[in-house]
């Protein structure tokens, strides 16, 4: 079956410092793939997205590169800030998001 | 707010009680989804409805849960016979046709 999973469960920044967050998947077929934000007592929030048609999306502070070769995405947020500190997911969606267990971001001032 | 609303945000009951949540998505989205959370884990993908059809269900989705969208606009899952094992989040989200999600904030069940 599909699995979805993050390099590591915890990142630690400094404020200011880039963060970039890493996920693997193992279903060549997929082609959608979305970046989500959780922080505690909320639900997931949409961050940014990729379809496998392209390699690199950019948003605010926000950029997703999609490796299909190795099956990777990394999400990379520039200038961290403490308000980014929540848990990060990345999620394989074939008609609906199927979630890895996530990266804990905490951000130092 | 024209969010993903859930009802309740917190229930807490017996073993073996039956409960039911409900999940209003935004208006014009056509699909709902179900996810359960539990802490630590990454939401599990339960169920979803495109407009009233329900399209697909986990394996792991017990025969104790089911899940109705009835005129393809809120939805409710209900719990029968409730376990220990059922404490977890509960998400709902909705999206257009096959784009982003929004989620609510969710009801926390715990069953003492």
């Known amino acids: 079956g599909e699995s979805v999973g993050l390099h590591l469960p915890t990142l630690s920044v400094q404020e200011g410092d880039n963060s970039i967050i890493n996920c693997a998947y193992s279903n060549s077929a997929s082609d959608y793939f979305i970046w989500y934000k959780q922080e505690s007592g909320k639900g997931p929030q949409f961050i940014i997205d990729?379809?496998?048609?392209?390699d690199k999306r950019q948003g605010q502070r926000v950029t997703v590169l999609l490796n299909k070769t190795v099956k990777h995405l990394s999400l990379q947020i520039a200038a961290t800030q403490p308000g980014d500190s929540a848990v990060y997911f990345c999620?394989?969606?074939?008609?609906?998001?199927?979630f890895g267990d996530g990266t804990t971001l905490t951000v130092k001032p | 707010d024209t969010g993903v609303s859930q009802d309740p945000r917190h229930k807490i009951t017996k073993r073996g009680q039956n409960v039911t949540f409900r999940c209003d998505p935004i208006?014009?989205?056509?699909?709902l989804y179900w996810y359960r959370q539990t802490l630590g884990q990454g939401p599990e993908f339960l169920t979803y409805?495109?407009?009233?059809?329900?399209?697909?269900k986990s394996r792991l989705l017990s025969d104790r849960f089911s899940a109705e969208r009835p005129k393809g606009s809120f939805s409710t899952l209900e719990i029968q016979r409730t376990e220990q094992g059922d404490s977890a989040m509960y998400l709902c989200a909705s999206s257009l046709d096959r784009e982003e999600a929004f989620f609510g904030q969710g009801t926390r069940l715990t069953v003492v």
């Open positions: 409805f495109q407009n009233e059809a329900q399209l697909e």
């Open positions: 208006s014009e989205h056509n699909r």
């Open positions: 990729i379809r496998s048609n392209m």
């Open positions: 999620a394989e969606n074939d008609g609906k998001s199927t």
